[in-house]
């Protein structure tokens, strides 16, 4: 089923709940603590920001900055497109300087877990989602 536009409140609630349900997710949170903010500029319903954090145990994905924000990646609503669909790769997306990074880049080293847990979440969303 269709219909769940890609950034929308309905599509981070959805990845919400996918996050929650993630027991690799939960449990890269009893020893990681990370708070990741996405900020995708231009898109049909203007900026989004969204975040991921673990800490304490608990992995959590919602609307708006990361409560503890250690990184920040800015994007356009096209590279998003294009690394969500798969038809931009997420390195390309980093060489080509498509995706600024701020914040504690040493946080994300190591952290390679909880984006491969993170893309599985993403999977389980990905089929009711629309990219236009």
């Known amino acids: 089923m269709f219909g769940m536009?890609?950034?929308?409140?309905?599509?981070?609630?959805?990845?919400?709940?996918?996050?929650?349900?993630?027991?690799?997710?939960?449990?890269?949170?009893?020893?990681?603590t990370l708070?990741?903010?996405?900020?995708?500029?231009?898109?049909?319903?203007?900026?989004?920001?969204?975040?991921?954090?673990?800490?304490?145990?608990?992995?959590?994905?919602?609307?708006?900055?990361?409560?503890?924000?250690?990184?920040?990646?800015?994007q356009t609503w096209d590279t998003a497109v294009g690394v969500a669909t798969h038809t931009l790769p997420a390195q390309e997306a980093f060489a080509k300087g498509l995706v600024r990074i701020g914040g504690d880049i040493q946080k994300l080293m190591g952290a390679d877990p909880v984006f491969a847990a993170l893309s599985e979440a993403f999977d389980s969303v990905r089929e009711r989602t629309e990219y236009a």
């Not at 995708?40 to 994905?61: C, K, W």
């Open 5 to 32: 536009r890609y950034l929308s409140l309905e599509w981070i609630d959805a990845m919400a709940g996918a996050v929650r349900d993630d027991t690799r997710l939960q449990e890269l949170a009893r020893s990681i």
């Open 35 to 74: 708070g990741v903010t996405q900020v995708v500029t231009d898109g049909p319903e203007g900026n989004v920001l969204y975040h991921l954090q673990l800490r304490d145990g608990s992995a959590t994905f919602g609307a708006g900055q990361a409560p503890g924000e250690d990184v920040r990646m800015e």
